[in-house]
């Protein structure tokens, strides 16, 4: 079956300027999460949606982060006001309800901030 | 911060020997799993191992967890060129939202 699927592949975009990056999780998989890599922090969480659960926010670096995941399944991560150490791959990976612990990650988002 | 160390952090190897990579962790667990990354792109999960585990084998991957260490170690036999890439150990610490919490990685190279 399809697996988690992310766009774009890769951003370019000027500093100061706002993203946003898309991740479509396995299909019945209701917890969904995403994590950035950047050469300086390694892989790092940054937010946990589970159903209609409230968000598990507390990885986001700064208030010009935000996500959303609308009717439970795709998600957008903003990036508002891009700084050049946002630059970074964003991964997003997504579970099932049952076995709840493991991950299945998608191609990621390389964000370049010039 | 709670991210787990590993390593060595760059080992390279021939074609056919072993490759052993190692993950320290800070607190106690839920599960531990490792991923491959290739070209800093998307993580594959490879095995978890639960934290009342000791053991595990998928194919030619063996890991080992030791709870009262708080280490894991992920043993490769009989490498392959397509084994390169980087190698990442995650710690599941539970909780509501079984968030993983990345070790710093392994680079290995397998030459053929």
């Known amino acids: 079956g399809a697996g988690v699927s992310q766009s774009p592949s890769n951003k370019v975009t000027e500093k100061g300027k706002d993203v946003e990056l898309r991740c479509d999780p396995i299909?019945?998989?209701?917890?969904l999460y995403w994590y950035r890599q950047s050469l300086g922090q390694g892989l790092e969480f940054l937010i946990y949606?589970?159903?209609?659960?409230?968000?598990?926010k507390s990885g986001l670096p700064s208030d010009r982060f935000s996500a959303e995941r609308t009717g439970g399944s795709v998600s957008t991560l903003t990036i508002q006001r891009t700084q050049q150490e946002d630059s970074a791959v964003y991964l997003c990976?997504?579970?099932?309800?049952?076995?709840?612990?493991?991950?299945?990650f998608g191609p990621g988002t390389r964000l370049t901030v010039l | 911060s709670q991210q787990g160390e590993e390593d060595p952090q760059a080992l390279s190897i021939q074609e056919g020997e072993n490759a052993t990579m190692n993950c320290s962790y800070k607190t106690s667990i839920n599960n531990l799993q490792w991923y491959r990354q290739n070209s800093g792109r998307g993580l594959v999960h490879l095995i978890l191992?639960?934290?009342?585990?000791r053991e595990k084998h998928s194919g030619r991957l063996r890991v080992t967890l030791d709870t009262s260490k708080k280490s894991s170690s992920l043993l490769i036999t009989a490498s392959r060129a397509a084994d390169t890439a980087s190698y990442f150990c995650a710690t599941d610490y539970g909780g509501a939202t079984n968030k993983l919490i990345f070790g710093t990685g392994t680079l290995l190279a397998v030459q053929p």
């Open positions: 299909s019945g998989h209701t917890a």
């Open positions: 990976a997504s579970s099932p309800r049952v076995p709840r612990d493991t991950q299945y």
């Open positions: 191992i639960r934290s009342n585990e």
């Open positions: 949606f589970q159903g209609n659960s409230a968000p598990d």
